[in-house]
Structures are given as C-alpha cells and as structure tokens.
C-alpha cells in the first residue's frame, strides 16, 4: 500500500491494483488486538495499517468492491467506535456509494443534516454533506454550505480548494481564485495549487473583454506557471500553461499595439514560451519512449496535439 | 582507605538479590506499565472547539499567522493588501470574537471560573501528578524497607565521583565505587528503563496515539493558539499589529526571470 504515495491516485489501473490486495490488508486489520497481554504478541496496531484500510477503502469503492469496502469500514469501526467521527463520514460514504436512486442519496442527506444538528462542529460529516450536495447536482447549495464552512473553518485547505472549483464550474472565476488563494496561503509551496491558479488567471484573462484586465490576469499566470516549474521541476501542466498562457499574452500586446506598458517584455515572453515548447517536447520524447513508466497518458496525449497545432 | 590494589570482598545474603534487587525491577517495570496507561487514560488531547464561532476565533488567528508567514510566497500585492485589511479591520472591531463585536472590553474571564480554560490547566497538572505519585510512592517505600542494602557489585571500575549516584543511602567512606546501594539501583531503573517500555508498549507507545490521530481527520481543526488564561482579544490586537507592520514583496515578482535563469536560455 505503500504505491498509494508514488502512484497516481487518478489513475484507474493503480486504484485497481491497490484495491485487489484487499484480502490481505484486511487479513491483517483483522489480527490487531489492543488488549494489554495479547497486544505483545498479535501485529502491531500502527498509524499506518488503519490509513491503509482506509485508503482500501476508496480504491474498493472506486473499482466497484463494494463487500471488501463494507470490511474495511466494518474494521475501521471496530478498531475506532462507530461514532468516531472520521469512521462517521467513512462509512457516509460507503453508504452514498451503494445507494440505489437519488431518494435513497436525499435519506442520507437528511441523517447527515441531523447529525450536524446535534453536534454542529462535525468537520468530516460536513464535508460530506456538501460533497453529497455537490453530486445530487446542487452546486449552488453546495457553494453556499461552503462559505458557511470556511467562515467557521478558515484553515481547511481542502475545503477552500473544493470552494474554488465549484466557483470555477459556475463560472465566477475571480471568486475561484480568491478561494484558490487562501489555500496556496496556507501551503506556499504546493506547486500544484500554483499551476491551478495559473489555470484559473488564464481562464479569466479569456473570458475579459478590457484590455488591460486580460494582461494582467495574463501577466499573473505567466508568473503562476513560472513558480510552479520552479518548485518542481519537468512539471508538465506548468510547462502546458506556461506556453498557452505566454503566447496568449503575446498575442495581447501585439493586439493592444499602442502604450507598450508591458510588465514582461515581449522578448522574454518569446523567450518563455521558446523553453516551454522544447521542455515539453522533451518531456513527450522521454514519456513516449520504449522505457517509459507507465506514467499519465492523457496528459501526455494533450501535450502532443498542443504541439502539433502550434507546428501546424 | 580502601587498600590499592586489593579487591574488597562482601559477602552478600544471596537473599538480597531475591528479595531486594528483583523485586524493585519488578515493581519499577510494572509502574512503568501502569503509569502509561494512566497517562494514557488522563490525556485529554486538545480539545476541539465547542461551538462554530469558537472554531473561528481560533483559526481566524493561525489565519493571520499564515498570511504573516506565507503570504510572500504566495499571493500579488493586491491581494495580500485586501486580505491584510479584511483581517486587520476584523481583529480590530473584535468581529471574530466567540460572542462578536460587542463582547470587546469585557473583563477577561476568570481562569479559575471558566471551565474549558480550567480543564486545560488541570491536563497539565494530571500528568504531572502521573509522573510524581508513583514516583514519591516508590522512593518511600525503597526508603523505608530497603535502607542502606548494598546490594550488587558492578563488573567494571568506576572513579570516585559515581560514589554519590551509586550509594545514596549509604554512607561509608571507603566503600569502593563498584558496589550499588539499594536507593541507587531505584534511580538507576527509574532512568535507565525507557528501552524496556519501548519493548512492552510498542515504539513511541503508539498504542494512544493511533487512537487519537484517528479521532481527528483535520489535526489543524482542532489546534488551539489561545493558552489557559490568555486573552484571545489581546492576541488579535497584537496579530494586527504585527500585520500592519508587515512590508510584503511577492516571490511571484520575477518569477519567469528566475525560471529562465534556471533553464540558461
């Protein structure tokens, strides 16, 4: 379970591949004993074990396992009592995965919503609810139990960063980014979140029609892009947007034509994305090539039809 | 004096070693055990805010120590500028307070009479209390049965100054270093067993601390900045000051430069 880390978690052949050891992790949740004397002598009741069950978990419900999930969930509130309250949202889960219809989905609602009335500080089943009213197709119920959450919880990365895709998704980009900000505040160096943002100062200097709005937001995700290859380096979504986002800002000086005001000099900018290409080339040759690991192909897929259409 | 050269001989009740040496490793692994488990047993962790205003009045503080902190590394100008003044205005009017703006200026509540701020301290005394007890209970008792027993002879020479650390309780002079009094072989065990424990307990003594990490899915949650008895009105008020004092300049600022310098193209 130890591949949960180095693997990617979207990827659907290494979930599979985590979820089949099933058998043997639970094997394994099953043997712990906490009791004083037996508690020498059975397998050891590590931190580790339980995340692994718990990541099981995810990847039993993800590759459709859904006896080996109710295990795992079984063991965990075995292990923690059922009112624990991570072992509450875990099994909120698995319960919103078998549910059959959006009735039964709406029942696990309302017991999420009563759960909370009793206690109102439930950060795990929270979440849950508003994720569960994010997939019954309520973004905006969704959006707005999350600035409720934030206001009460204004260090909960995960949250803001939820918080910024929903915006995203109904379009309010500068609210994404805000929302986005607050997360990379409180992980400066998730060169992810800086990509992200990057993306998301793109997606808002296309949308805007004022000159000077659309080179600065421009400008910002040139920046964003550039900080993010320079926290990790051969990042490829920070190369991808590095190059769209360059020529794109290029392509709005030479339309602005006039007040050449520009906070990064159009050389520089040729300069940019000029590396971005040869980088991703690179980085396409080294994935497409016979001794490549099996690494994300959709990503790599893209890259390469960027690179056609800019050669063509 | 001792004699040099010579070997001093005692001959010692082999009964001593049955009824005074085993016996206080045996009682000082067992208090070992039990002790853990009584910490175990008294630990309460930090405990999670009560209410959702309390939740924010504590973030809204580490709020502000990550835009002090992270800000430089990341965010433009404009929005630390606005977030600096959200914050600084918030702090200042006392918005974030657990009972708002209006309950600013009121005297602090008593640190004996408010319950959550007097269970924080009590934490701190219940593990002392762990540690001492038993500890003052064993001593009194070696002191009262095993006086002034020499009870074990080690294999190696030792200079004079182990004299005081390893015949406390005996009081001869010429007694040579390598024997070990009864008093001294407690504090011995007291501060030479922590590797037994790590055997019996389980590394780091895991056992508790699983069950704690479990209970918390977001250990952030649940951090409280405000100590006993400290006031969290004082603490805005510091933390905006702080604030405003703060000259930001943003890692963003140049970042293709540097990007470019790295790649040397």
Redesign the interface.
């Known amino acids: 379970m130890a591949t949960t880390s180095t693997t990617n978690p979207s990827d659907p052949a290494a979930v599979l591949r985590i979820a089949q050891k099933a058998p043997s992790v639970l094997a394994k949740a099953s043997s712990v004993s906490t009791i004083f004397p037996a508690s020498i002598f059975s397998s050891a009741d590590s931190t580790e074990l339980w995340q692994d069950v718990e990541q099981l978990l995810y990847a039993c419900l993800r590759s459709g396992d859904d006896e080996s999930a109710f295990l795992c969930v079984e063991r965990l509130s075995d292990r923690f009592g059922a009112d624990n309250e991570r072992v509450m949202a875990l099994r909120g889960l698995y319960q919103e995965a078998v549910a059959k219809d959006d009735a039964a989905l709406r029942t696990i609602l309302e017991d999420y919503t009563k759960v909370l009335q009793e206690n109102p500080i439930h950060v795990p089943i929270h979440k849950r609810r508003i994720a569960l009213l994010k997939s019954l197709g309520r973004p905006q119920d969704a959006i707005a139990g999350l600035v409720e959450f934030v206001d009460s919880f204004p260090t909960d990365i995960e949250a803001w960063c939820e918080l910024s895709d929903l915006y995203e998704s109904q379009g309010h980009i500068s609210q994404a980014i805000f929302s986005l900000e607050e997360a990379v505040l409180i992980t400066p160096h998730a060169w992810n979140l800086h990509a992200r943002l990057g993306e998301l100062e793109y997606m808002a200097g296309t949308s805007s029609s004022d000159h000077s709005e659309i080179r600065k937001h421009l400008t910002q995700a040139v920046r964003r892009f550039s900080r993010s290859i320079e926290l990790c380096d051969d990042y490829l979504r920070g190369f991808y947007g590095l190059k769209l986002a360059s020529e794109k800002l290029l392509g709005a000086y030479s339309s602005a034509k006039a007040n050449a005001d520009s906070t990064i000099p159009p050389e520089k900018l040729q300069q940019l994305s000029r590396l971005a290409t040869s980088k991703l080339e690179a980085i396409v040759k080294e994935r497409t090539g016979p001794r490549s690991s099996a690494g994300n192909e959709s990503e790599v897929i893209a890259v390469q039809q960027l690179l056609n259409s800019s050669k063509g | 004096m001792a004699v040099q050269g010579t070997e001093q001989v005692i001959h010692r009740d082999p009964a001593l070693f049955y009824w005074i040496l085993l016996p206080i490793t045996i009682v000082m692994i067992l208090t070992g055990v039990l002790r853990h ?1 009584a910490t175990v047993l008294l630990a309460s962790p930090s405990k ?6 309390e ?2 009045e504590r ?2 503080l ?2 502000g120590i ?2 002090r902190n ?2 430089a ?4 100008s404009s ?1 630390f500028n606005t ?1 600096k003044e959200y914050l600084i205005d918030g702090y200042k009017k006392g918005t974030f307070l657990r009972g708002g703006a209006e309950s600013r200026g009121q005297a602090a509540p008593n640190p004996m009479s408010d319950p959550a701020a007097m269970e924080g301290m009590m934490g701190m005394m219940k593990g002392n209390m762990a540690m001492m007890i038993p500890q003052t209970l064993i001593m009194s008792w070696i002191n009262a049965f095993f006086a002034g027993f020499v009870i074990l002879k080690l294999p190696f020479p030792l200079t004079i100054r182990f004299k005081s650390m390893l015949q406390s309780g005996v009081m001869t002079r010429d007694l040579d270093v390598r024997w070990v009094s009864s008093l001294s072989w407690y504090f011995l065990c007291l501060f030479g067993l922590q590797s037994v424990f790590i055997f ?1 307990l ?1 590394n780091e003594n ?2 508790s ?3 704690q ?6 250990p ?2 649940t951090a409280n900045p405000f100590g006993p008895g400290q006031e969290p009105d004082k603490m805005f008020q510091a933390e905006a000051e702080n604030l405003e004092v703060l000259e930001h300049w943003s ?3 140049g ?6 310098q ?2 040397g ?1």
């Open positions: 488990y999670p805010p009560a209410t959702l205003l939740s924010r973030q809204a580490i709020r990550n835009l992270n800000a590394a990341a965010i433009s929005a977030r019996i389980g895991s056992a601390q699983v069950a990490q479990m209970a918390q899915a977001n952030g949650a890692v963003l600022d970042a293709e430069d540097r990007l470019l790295i790649y193209s």
